[in-house]
């Protein structure tokens, strides 16, 4: 005896195979992916944790509440200038006629230089000059720079972020194009909540290390943000020399 099947299965069955064209694309998995991918990638070379002991060596100067609202003014500024890195920073340097390599040798001179500043920095952990001349540190006037850039978001991430936007997967429809972009967007909020909160939280987390030990490890940050600075100086001269640019 034969299984028969009615009017109703045959509605059900459309129904079923509408449904799967409307949403054929991005399972839990793979929108999971997009947002690790996007975190994953600017995490380690952003470093947060790692950038701590500096901002509160350069901020000592300020009072608490001056450092909590400079702390989410770099958060926000960190996410607007990820954000636009990955949305429009190619098409940029493709109107410029940039590429990557150069971006990754003048970002890694102002990395260096930064770095070697903050090396020669009076043992305050800032310019004396300019504290005696202006009566605040720069910390309090400017959350941009170089607080933003290019202490938290260094060419280093800027370069990661768009090469990341070029790399951008084809979508089956706008569906999966929205999905993917809220993905990147949400793992781009992720990073500028972690900043916000290893910056705002510095002081608990150098608070073990005592005075002269913020001290050695502001130095010895400084010196780590100067290799990495070359770093990436070497890294687009290795690149322009391999392309022959």
Known sequence: MGLRSGPGDKRGFHWTLKRRRIHPGL????????????????FPIINPIGGAPIFLGLTRHCTDEERHSLARRVAINGFFLMLGSLIVGSHVLEFFGITLPIVRIAGGLVVTAF??????????????HEVATTGRPPGAQDAFYPFTLPLTVGPGAISVAIALGTQRPRAANLYDLIVLGGAAIAALLAISATIYVCYRFAE????TLGERGTTVMVRLSAFVLLCIGIEIVWSGYSALVGTGR
């Open 27 to 42: 399972n839990v998995s793979e929108k999971v992916s997009a947002f690790l991918l996007v975190y994953t990638g600017l």
């Open 115 to 128: 770095g070697w500043k903050l090396l020669q920095a009076g043992p305050e952990g800032v310019d004396s």
């Open 204 to 207: 608990l987390i150098v608070a």
